[in-house]
C-alpha cells in the first residue's frame, strides 16, 4: 500500500469518527431534553464536556498525522 493512500486512510478516519460522536452525542442530548427538560443544565454541561473530548482527540489524530506527511 502506498505510503501517501494509508495516511489518507489514517486522516479521514480522524475526521469521521469525531463527527460520528459529534452526531451521536447531539442526538442523545436532544432526546434527554425532550424528556426531561428540567435537566438542562447537567445534559448541556456533560454534554460540552464529551464534545471537547472528541475534538481534542480529533486535533491530536490530525496533528499527527500531518507530521507523518511531512516525514515523506
Same mark, same amino acid.
Given at each position: ?13 480522524? *475526521?469521521?469518527?469525531?463527527?460520528a460522536v459529534f452526531a451521536v452525542?447531539?442526538?442523545?442530548s436532544i432526546n434527554a431534553l ?17 464534545? *471537547? ?11 499527527? *498525522? ?7
Amino acid at each position: 500500500m502506498d505510503h501517501n493512500l494509508a495516511l489518507l486512510l489514517i486522516f479521514s478516519l480522524c *475526521v469521521i469518527g469525531p463527527c460520528a460522536v459529534f452526531a451521536v452525542g447531539s442526538y442523545a442530548s436532544i432526546n434527554a431534553l425532550g424528556r426531561n427538560p428540567s435537566s438542562a443544565p447537567k445534559i448541556f454541561t456533560a454534554m460540552i464536556i464529551g464534545l *471537547v473530548f472528541a475534538e481534542s482527540i480529533a486535533v491530536i489524530a490530525m496533528l499527527i *498525522v500531518f507530521q507523518l506527511f511531512s516525514k515523506t
